[in-house]
Structures are given as C-alpha cells and as structure tokens.
C-alpha cells in the first residue's frame, strides 16, 4: 500500500467528530424574513455601500462595491427593501457596515446554464473579470479575493494549481458533501481555474478519512479523461493549510514572508472551485454557500446550503435548535473558528460552519504555570516557539515577537490544543499581530 502523503513537521490529530453529518446530503435551508448583508466579508479593504435606506433590490444586484486592489464586490441572494445600513459585530470581534434587508418571500437569483463552449470562447483575463464582477472569496476560511489570487505577478509562474479538499478542522463535512454532491462541477471550476493561472498540473489533495470523495473524484476524473490528478492524504491537521499542503503535495517549502506563487503554486479550495464554475457558467455572484451545522448540542447535524446574510438563528431552527444549552456557539471549525454570543450573527462567504458545543466539548480548565514541557514547539506545523513568542507578547516585545517569525504564525491553534497548562497561546499570537498591526496605523 503507497504511503499516504504528509506535511513533515508539527500537526496534531484532534479528534474528527465528523460522523455527526458526514451521511448527512446537502440540503437547503429556507428563506430568511431578514437578511443582513455585512460589506467585509473578505481580507482586504471592505466594500463601498451602494444602496440606502428604502432602495428596492433584486436577487443578485451588487449592493456593495470593490475599495481597493484587495477587496470583493457585495452581492444580495433575495430581493426586498433595505430597511437601514447599520454596524454589525462579525465573528473574528470587529465591525462592519451591513444592509439590512426585508427580503421578499421566494425572491431567489435564477440564472441560465451558458453552457461548456461559451466558456471555452473566453480568455484568462475575461474569466477573470468574471470572477472579480462575481465577488469570489476563498471558501475555505481565509476569504481572500479571489480574482487577486489567479492574477499572477510579473514574473512569476503557476507552476501547479492545488485544488484543497483536505478539509481538515473537526467536525466540518461542507467540502466533503461538495466533491460528493457537486463532483463535476468542481472539476470543471479547477479546469477554469488552470486555464486563468496557466499551470500546467492540477492536484487534488483529499484526506484519506473522505473515501467517498475519493472515489468520486476519482471516477470523473478517469470518466471525463481529464488531466487532474487525484492524491490521498494521511489525515493530520492542519494539513488544510494551503503551506502545510504544497509541502505534503509537492515538497516544497514556502519561504518566510512568502506566498505559494513564489515556488509556483497556486491553492484554491473545492468551495471555490465550484463557485467559480457557477460563475462562468451562469453568471451568478457569490451569494450563498455550502456550511456544516454540528455539535453535540446540535439537535439535527447537517449540511447546508444558506444565503449570504442569514441569521445564524435562522439556520439552527432550520436544524432543529439545540438539543441542549450550547456552552459556546463556534463558527467555523473548533481549531481556528470564532465563538459568538448574538446568534443574530449572519453567515458569511467564509462560514463553513456552525457548531454547537456543550460544555464537556469545550472543556474548559484552569491555566497553570508554564512547564516547559516542549509539546507547543513539537506540535507547531511552522518551525516556531509559541511559548516563548507567547511569552514576549505577554511582556509587550511585539517586535521582538516579529524578529522570531510571528508573523509566520497560522493560527491554527495546534499549540494551544496540545498545552497541559492550558495556555492561550493562539489568543496571544493574534493580540500580538493586532498589536504590530496598530503600531504600524
């Protein structure tokens, strides 16, 4: 049996949870009476506002425009009247202008197949476009434009396009269900995606615990004769990582500092795969998305496809409620997502779960003193020493922090889970990079 492919240091293998929804066929959650549309749903400079109180929209307009070189266009999923541009708190703790919207019952975008050779007839720079007028994000957490991402630098080249459908964060089955689900729809968005970047290889990174995603990734690829290669993954996270995937796919190391396309390669995730064939194919804009509610204080685990702009509220009655008082509500995944207190909180591009935890799953202890045990600088997929960094955050040393290579921190919490004294260690590298990003300002 051929060995499974890895990234070769740090990673932790906390438990899965994702027997909760795995079987569990996307379905669709029901149309919300009020939509808050929030103008950040990406990195970068938020959108510019285009609408104001009392202006009447329709499914799909642009309610939001691009600001900046790093930035995405804004659209609405459901027509209605925009009842008041107002702040809304978004699960990483800042805040954003949001539309709301008293949407019209039943008033969903609806779009025409444009078909395989409509596609085929357009140049890189025109699908780009494309992918810009749509408002893409990468789906799989980070949000970046996606348009900025498949423009390549003067200079560079795309050697490798690695389509990530690792998904590795407990509990989360969103892209899972997606290759299953949707499987030549993704493939045909990598193969659009080839073509903007100009690589000349596409690998698709599975973890090994997705068989069925496999094997129908698999199965289309050889059915279709396309020039995609399908690769099995040893299950370790954070292998979702786009560096911790380039190195297990390719052994190649990003450098400091660095990005993928500096060793030739280019990430995107399933979810973005598909939304850019969505794109392409029907000119639909970025505005709605494939998320996973679980937990074990979730009444009914499942995959969902929601509107941008839902009510999380919303989206739990659509799954049950809870089955018993959540001790926290976490979006995302439970390793990097964000707990949130106002369930009005709505879903986002980047929402790829909701999760609904007791208190046995949290787990919360005491911190204690520092033993310095090593575990954290064993555990860390980027080479560092969280405890010491920790240490001089703690202390105010941001740039020395800087020196140490903080910024090269993922965040993916691998310290903190594996720390005995149960330290916030992944708490203290964001206070950190907030702290150098303030003195900066």
Not at 139 to 163: C, R
Request: glycine residues 10%; hydrophobic residues 35%.
């Amino acid at each position: 049996m051929a060995r499974l492919l890895t990234f070769r240091r740090g990673g932790v293998h906390p438990p899965e949870k994702k027997s909760l929804s795995r079987g569990e066929p996307i379905s669709r959650c029901p149309d919300p009476e009020t939509l808050i549309i929030p103008f950040a749903h990406h990195l970068g400079a938020p959108a510019k506002p285009l609408v104001s109180p009392g202006d009447e929209v329709k499914p799909g307009d642009k309610i939001g425009e691009s600001a900046g070189f790093i930035s995405a266009h804004v659209h609405t999923p459901m027509g209605g009247k925009v009842k008041e541009i107002r702040s809304v708190y978004l699960p990483a703790g800042f805040a954003s202008p949001a539309a709301v919207i008293e949407a019209d019952p039943g008033s969903s975008w609806s779009g025409t197949d444009m078909g395989e050779d409509a596609c085929a007839s357009m140049d890189p720079k025109e699908m780009i476009s494309r992918v810009q007028e749509a408002g893409i994000v990468g789906m799989g957490g980070a949000a970046f434009p996606a348009h900025v991402k498949f423009m390549i630098p003067k200079g560079k080249q795309a050697e490798y396009l690695i389509i990530n459908g690792v998904e590795c964060e407990p509990y989360l089955n969103a892209d899972n269900r997606l290759m299953i689900e949707r499987t030549d729809d993704v493939l045909s968005g990598a193969m659009y995606i080839q073509k903007m970047i100009g690589a000349r290889e596409v690998i698709i990174g599975i973890e090994s615990n997705k068989p069925e995603s496999l094997q129908a990734m698999t199965q289309a690829v050889s059915s279709r004769r396309l020039p995609l290669t399908v690769r099995s993954l040893k299950v370790r996270y954070p292998q979702g990582d786009e560096k911790q995937l380039i190195e297990a796919l390719l052994k190649r190391e990003v450098p400091s500092g660095g990005l993928p396309i500096d060793i030739g390669a280019v990430v995107s995730n399933v979810g973005t795969a598909l939304a850019v064939y969505e794109a392409l194919r029907m000119g639909k804009p970025l505005m709605e998305r494939v998320l996973t509610i679980s937990g074990e204080a979730a009444s009914d685990p499942k995959n969902v496809l929601v509107k941008v702009g839902t009510p999380i509220s919303h989206v739990i009655e659509h799954a049950g409620g809870f089955s018993s008082p959540p001790d926290k509500v976490v979006i995302g995944g439970p390793m990097m997502g964000f707990s949130i207190y106002d369930l009005s909180t709505p879903v986002m591009k980047g929402t790829s779960g909701i999760l609904a935890l007791t208190k046995h799953q949290v787990n919360q202890a005491s911190r204690t003193p520092c033993i310095s045990c090593g575990r954290c600088v064993q555990a860390c997929p980027m080479g560092l020493n969280p405890t010491k960094l920790y240490k001089l955050i703690d202390h105010g040393n941001y740039d020395e922090a800087k020196q140490r290579f903080l910024l090269d921190c993922k965040e993916c919490g691998c310290c903190s889970y594996i720390c005995v004294a149960k330290i916030p260690l992944v708490q203290g590298m964001r206070w950190g990079k907030l702290m150098l990003r303030k003195k900066q300002s």
